[in-house]
Nanobody, 127 residues
Framework: QVQLVESGGGLVQAGGSLRLSCAAS????????MGWFRQAPGKEREFVGA????????GHADSVKGRFTISRDNAKNTMYLRMNSLKPEDTAIYYC????????????????????WGQGTQVTVSS
């Protein structure tokens, strides 16, 4: 089993930046494809970004493309989400997720594909 802990959330003004971290423990981190999702109040969970096991393949939702960047450091068992040019509509709880996979180059954009989830970190963007 993998334990995931998000950090780095907070309150920021529109146009500002944050970097979220997702620290993993329990199993070999590099065996897992990873993803970021978010859920705003009253809305369904939505895909933000995903990264393959070795980090060579990434994907981002259209709503964040060009502003957010997903990355990972397998030596540190940590995944990141760099968020720039934040907008009030980015306000949500951000969750990281892990999927056990044999594929080193595949990314996954559906939450139902993931095996483990963190507890989430709140990001609030003020206008």
């Amino acid at each position: 089993q993998v334990q995931l802990v998000e950090s780095g959330g907070g309150l920021v003004q529109a146009g500002g930046s944050l970097r979220l971290s997702c620290a993993a423990s329990g199993r070999t981190f590099s065996n897992y494809a990873m993803g970021w999702f978010r859920q705003a109040p009253g809305k369904e969970r939505e895909f933000v970004g995903a990264i393959s096991r070795r980090g060579g393949t990434t994907g981002h939702a259209d709503s964040v493309k060009g502003r957010f960047t997903i990355s990972r450091d397998n030596a540190k068992n940590t995944m990141y989400l760099r968020m720039n040019s934040l907008k009030p509509e980015d306000t949500a709880i951000y969750y990281c997720a892990a999927k056990s996979t044999d594929s080193t180059g595949t990314i996954y954009s559906s939450g139902y594909q993931y095996d483990y989830w963190g507890q989430g970190t709140q990001v609030t963007v003020s206008s």
